[in-house]
């Protein structure tokens, strides 16, 4: 049905309850399920990850390693901290002179 405007032109009535889209759901329990191959990955993620957590608490020279590693990266990190303090505090020609 059209309504008639003040300057003849014709335009069309707009419907008393428009159609809505569904709300939109912040908690995710209107998602879609997902899909039996997503679940069965995340299943054997999830064994995975328990394995391999197994096997570090109950392998003594794995933890060794392990700890090894990774003190070896943060000792890396911590030579770059240091570097790109020492570069911004001094300047380069000062430390060559007094090698």
Request: hydrophobic content about 45%; charged content about 20%; proline content about 8%.
């Amino acid at each position: 049905m059209a309504v008639a405007t003040a300057r003849g032109l014709r335009v069309p009535a707009v419907p008393e309850e428009l159609p809505r889209s569904p709300p939109s759901c912040c908690c995710g329990a209107c998602a879609p399920a997902p899909d039996a191959t997503y679940t069965a990955f995340r299943e054997v993620g999830k064994l995975i990850r328990t394995i391999q957590l197994l096997r570090h608490l109950s392998d003594s020279p794995l933890r060794a390693r392990v700890t090894a590693a990774t003190n070896k990266g943060e000792a890396f990190t911590s030579l770059l901290a240091n570097l790109v303090i020492f570069h911004n505090t001094l300047n380069i020609a000062d430390v060559v002179r007094e090698l």
